[in-house]
């Protein structure tokens, strides 16, 4: 492994100098990390070896609009400045490269990130996460949709082959903790119990999760590891201890298919129901935390608004970084993946240096306004080339003495409560026909 580590090392070397805003976010030793454990390290002198096509994945979610071979122009990645003989040499090296370094970084940094975070919001002792699954089209070619398969109802297949997500988030900073990917014949339940939660957390699910097992299971996988979500209307239970008239310690039944399935279940399960009062209107919500006297319910209710804020992050991914393209970028299974792998490493990076960018001016993180902070942060590497690569750090440093200007005012509280919106009709109510 020594003349493996040997050419590694060289490569890393000739890293352009312009991605090293981005390599102070990622180890380059990470990066050797994973293409060692995956077997994708190049050994050959190649004009665009594994270690940048690896940042190409990257720079193909950072500058959405540009073709393959001109975002490994403009960030040069090509050893020495060898220009590509044919564009199709950066669609050639992706494949050999494929899916599987890109999710190994990816959860590489997740884990490296939250290990050694110390910046991090707490409400009633507890670190706020979210869980939603979100579904992205890719181009509609046989093979996508084969391997990936799409929506359907009862007029048949979706109009696009899709790829389902499901993310563990930060609701304090939109940074990703984890995800998971997988064709649409799997459920965001299968795909969530990957998931690799942290202790000392409360995540907020909504009722789709609802299951005995999936919730046993990511309460018992740690330290002080709760879930919150709203109760399901008719929600089978039996109260064991009433704390006050509308906060009670109940029992549940088991499933007997899901104890089929997992026969280490036990036949009821206990959590805590509470009833509350918002907007005017009644609302009940179950939870794993059961003490009342340190875990309040009106407080626990109004932390189950933070539901929302991982639907604000998709919105930013969607819209903001992926300019609100219809489809991915790829035409194959595993390039879809990786290319996803790619999109979801690129908004932790910029997420996680807006964090910084808000820090360096005193606001919370999401007070950075994404979409005006992102466009700043790819403009920096846009027009890197245009300058030597010992202006970076100048450059870097401007942008966060600029910080201030990408600071959104304070949040305004809700006027109206959520509600699902009455669709206008098409077309003009049939007027009756007269006699």
């Not at 976010?25 to 002198?45: N, Y």
Request: some cysteine; overall charge positive.
């Amino acid at each position: 492994m020594s003349w493996l580590q040997n050419d590694l090392s060289q490569t890393l070397q000739r890293t352009p100098q312009r991605l090293d805003q981005l390599s102070s976010l990622i180890d380059p030793q990470w990066i050797t990390q994973v293409l060692s454990a995956t077997g994708k390290a190049s050994i050959r002198r190649r004009k665009l070896p594994a270690e940048h096509v690896i940042w190409l994945v990257n720079g193909l979610a950072l500058f959405r609009n540009q073709p393959i071979w001109d975002v490994a122009r403009q960030l040069q990645l090509t050893l020495h400045n060898q220009p590509l003989s044919v564009p199709s040499a950066a669609v050639a090296g992706r494949q050999r490269l494929g899916e599987e370094p890109l999710a190994h970084l990816f959860r590489l940094l997740c884990q490296g990130w939250t290990a050694c975070e110390c910046v991090c919001q707490r409400v009633l002792g507890l670190r706020l996460l979210d869980v939603d699954g979100v579904v992205w089209a890719t181009p509609d070619t046989p093979d996508n949709r084969l391997a990936l398969g799409s929506s359907s109802n009862q007029h048949g297949s979706g109009g696009w082959p899709q790829i389902r997500a499901v993310c563990l988030m930060d609701t304090y900073s939109h940074e990703l903790l984890d995800a998971r990917m997988g064709a649409m014949s799997q459920g965001e339940l299968t795909l969530a119990a990957d998931l690799q939660n942290i202790d000392q957390s409360l995540t907020v699910f909504d009722r789709a999760y609802f299951s005995a097992a999936f919730l046993l299971n990511w309460q018992s996988q740690g330290q002080d590891r709760h879930w919150l979500m709203r109760a399901k209307d008719n929600l089978r239970h039996e109260v064991i201890v009433q704390h006050d008239e509308h906060d009670s310690l109940v029992s549940m039944p088991v499933s007997p298919t899901a104890r089929k399935i997992d026969p280490k279940l036990p036949s009821h399960w206990q959590a805590r129901l509470i009833e509350v009062q918002l907007g005017g209107r009644k609302r009940r919500f179950i939870t794993s935390l059961t003490d009342a006297s340190r875990y309040p319910a009106k407080e626990l209710a109004k932390l189950y608004m933070q539901r929302w804020e991982i639907e604000l992050g998709f919105r930013e991914i969607k819209h903001s970084l992926q300019s609100s393209q219809w489809t991915l970028r790829s035409k194959q299974p595993q390039l879809v993946r990786q290319e996803l792998w790619g999109v979801l490493i690129a908004y932790t990076l910029l997420r996680r240096l807006m964090r910084q960018m808000a820090a360096h001016v005193k606001v919370e993180p999401l007070r950075m306004g994404f979409h005006v902070a992102s466009m700043a942060i790819i403009d920096l590497l846009r027009f890197a080339p245009l300058e030597s690569a010992g202006t970076l750090p100048k450059r870097l440093q401007l942008l966060f003495d600029q910080a201030h200007l990408f600071v959104l005012p304070p949040r305004r509280k809700r006027s109206y409560p959520r509600v699902v919106k009455t669709k206008t009709a098409k077309y003009p109510a049939k007027m009756p026909v007269s006699s």
